[in-house]
């Protein structure tokens, strides 16, 4: 089952107008929520940044946040899984004509629910590989946009590659992953590119900030270089449905001579704490 525009159907019943300005142009945004042991974690950090990305494309939050938690709890009835992803996604709305330009226009609002199955400790041990590539997306990379093509191909190229991540730069400086926060360790301290219009602060990125605090692991938001980056003592990557990832590899480079390090380990530990509190 999905929700679409006030009706929970089948999604082979779903179905929007052509004239959708989120099919013609991508003009919409989107979040996508873990929901832990049947509980939405961290729902109103994400339903305060989904407020932040429709206010910066001058859309109207079509519900207040009680409603939100209403509609996806009634969503999460019809799939009793305990562990779920919510996807969700508003469209500026379906216009008349294609055009560039907007009027005031009903958004279109769809929801689905998708297994969520984080990797476990174990397997994250292994380790993962990701290679780096100039970021030449827009300027505007705070908000959480359905318009990803950029993204798109940079996930390609790690697909085509047998990497997990492409890790982005702007002038030599580490921004963020094509769909990931990236955080690196040098001489025991945490650095990660600071909140700016040039990443997506992700609800996790604040989480495994959080977490690192209270592993005494001092933290800078200062973006580190793609030299750091290389010769760091650990990299990681953090998203919603990863958590926090240690990368092993870069550019066929090993990282900490291809072996997780120990902050990664002690905060990861305290993320899984958060998650079942």
Same mark, same amino acid.
């Given at each position: 089952?999905? $929700?679409?525009?006030?009706?929970?159907?089948?999604?082979?019943?779903?179905?929007?107008?052509?004239m959708d300005r989120g099919f013609l142009f991508g003009d919409g945004v989107y979040e996508v929520i873990p929901v832990y042991n049947g509980n939405i974690f961290r729902l109103q950090e994400?339903?305060?940044?989904?407020?932040?990305?429709?206010?910066?494309?001058?859309?109207?939050n079509p519900y207040t946040n009680r409603e939100?938690?209403?509609?996806?709890?009634?969503?999460? /009835?019809?799939?009793?899984?305990?562990?779920?992803?919510?996807?969700?996604?508003? /469209?500026?709305?379906?216009?008349t004509q294609r055009k560039h330009s907007f009027e005031s226009l009903t958004p279109t609002v769809f929801a689905e629910l998708n297994p969520l199955t984080?990797?476990?400790?174990?397997?994250?041990?292994?380790?993962?590989?990701?290679?780096t590539q100039a970021d030449f997306r827009w300027q505007r990379c705070d908000i959480k946009a359905t318009s990803l093509l950029a993204n798109?191909? $940079?996930?390609?190229?790690?697909?085509?590659?047998?990497?997990?991540?492409?890790?982005?730069?702007?002038?030599?400086?580490? /921004?963020?992953?094509?769909t990931s926060n990236v955080f690196i360790v040098k001489n025991n301290t945490l650095f990660t590119h600071?909140?700016?219009?040039?990443?997506?602060?992700?609800? /996790?990125r604040d989480l495994v900030l959080e977490s690192a605090k209270a592993c005494q692991l001092p933290i800078q938001e200062i973006a580190p270089t793609l030299d750091e980056l290389l010769s760091a003592d650990e990299v990681w990557i953090s998203s919603s449905t990863r958590e926090v990832m240690p990368i092993t590899?870069?550019?066929?480079?090993?990282?900490?001579?291809?072996?997780?390090?120990?902050?990664?380990?002690?905060?990861?530990d305290h993320y899984q704490s958060l998650k079942n509190a």
């Open positions: 089952m999905v $929700y679409l525009n006030g009706e929970f159907l089948a999604k082979n019943q779903a179905s929007i107008s052509v994400h339903l305060q940044r989904l407020q932040n990305s429709l206010d910066a494309i001058a859309v109207t939100w938690h209403d509609i996806f709890s009634q969503l999460l /009835t019809h799939d009793l899984a305990p562990n779920q992803s919510i996807y969700l996604q508003i /469209t500026r709305g379906a216009d984080p990797k476990t400790k174990l397997e994250l041990i292994q380790g993962f590989s990701a290679i798109i191909m $940079y996930s390609q190229q790690a697909k085509q590659n047998q990497v997990e991540e492409v890790i982005l730069h702007r002038d030599q400086s580490i /921004t963020e992953g094509a600071p909140t700016s219009p040039n990443i997506l602060s992700g609800i /996790t590899q870069v550019d066929d480079q090993p990282i900490n001579q291809g072996k997780i390090g120990m902050h990664w380990s002690s905060v990861y």
